[in-house]
T-cell receptor
Framework: DTEVTQTPKHLVMGMTNKKSLKCEQH?????MYWYKQKAKKPPELMFV???????INESVPSRFSPECPNSSLLNLHLHALQPEDSALYLC????????????????FGAGTRLSVL | DAKTTQPPSMDCAEGRAANLPCNHS???????VYWYRQIHSQGPQYIIH???NNETNEMASLIITEDRKSSTLILPHATLRDTAVYYC???????????????FGGGTRLMVKP
């Protein structure tokens, strides 16, 4: 099973709302990622979690707050977003081991399409 | 990580081989070439990767030139379901705490036509 599950698939929220995106994997991967993808653009990395600890934050605004409660689950908490934050949010996971390149293959979920009104 | 250059779009007839080029002239000796694709409304999907030898799996073949400055992804018998954006990414095989991330370029939009 190489599945990464993201919920919800679609989300519409106002600028004053608080919402959360959820990502789950049961492959035993210890690295998890959030990417943001605007229309007709490539995905851009936001955060990396390694062994449940935040290891990379690509200068993401604080209105995006990631959380990794356990090795299988990754959340992205959203608060006071702007319309320009509307995008496809992708979660990925990888084995996270050192060394052999094949173990760093990332598996992606289908994404959450977010619209901020 | 080294930068890659890909043509923005390509067409291919169904049943024919699709050859997608990637230029990575500044690649370092310890950097691998990875290929991912993204079908519309889905997340990116890993296809294949290599260091310097040619590689083949059930999805595709990867041909890397001897000087490693360019590579070609080959889909031997393209189908309509292969219509997607194909990303060539060059990066080191880092450990989990050493920037284990993917930097996507513009990719090539492959359109497979009947």
């Amino acid at each position: 099973d190489t599945e990464v599950t993201q919920t919800p698939k679609h989300l519409v929220m106002g600028m004053t709302n608080k919402k959360s995106l959820k990502c789950e994997q049961h492959m035993g991967h210890r690295a998890m990622y959030w990417y943001k993808q605007k229309a007709k653009k490539p995905p851009e990395l936001m955060f990396v979690y390694s062994y449940e600890k935040l290891s990379i934050n690509e200068s993401v605004p604080s209105r995006f707050s990631p959380e990794c409660p356990n090795s299988s689950l990754l959340n992205l908490h959203l608060h006071a977003l702007q319309p320009e934050d509307s995008a496809l949010y992708l979660c990925a996971s990888s084995q996270g081991s050192q060394g052999v390149s094949a173990k760093n293959i990332q598996y992606f979920g289908a994404g959450t399409r977010l619209s901020v009104l | 990580d080294a930068k890659t250059t890909q043509p923005p779009s390509m067409d291919c007839a169904e049943g024919r081989a699709a050859n997608l080029p990637c230029n990575h002239s500044t690649i370092s000796g310890n950097e691998y070439v990875y290929w991912y694709r993204q079908i519309h409304s889905q997340g990116p999907q890993y296809i294949i990767h290599g260091l310097k030898n040619n590689e083949t799996n059930e999805m595709a073949s990867l041909i890397i030139t001897e000087d490693r400055k360019s590579s070609t992804l080959i889909l031997p018998h393209a189908t309509l379901r292969d219509t997607a954006v194909y990303y060539c990414i060059v990066r080191v095989a880092a450990g989990y705490n050493a920037g284990n991330m993917l930097t996507f370029g513009g990719g090539t939009r492959l359109m497979v036509k009947p």
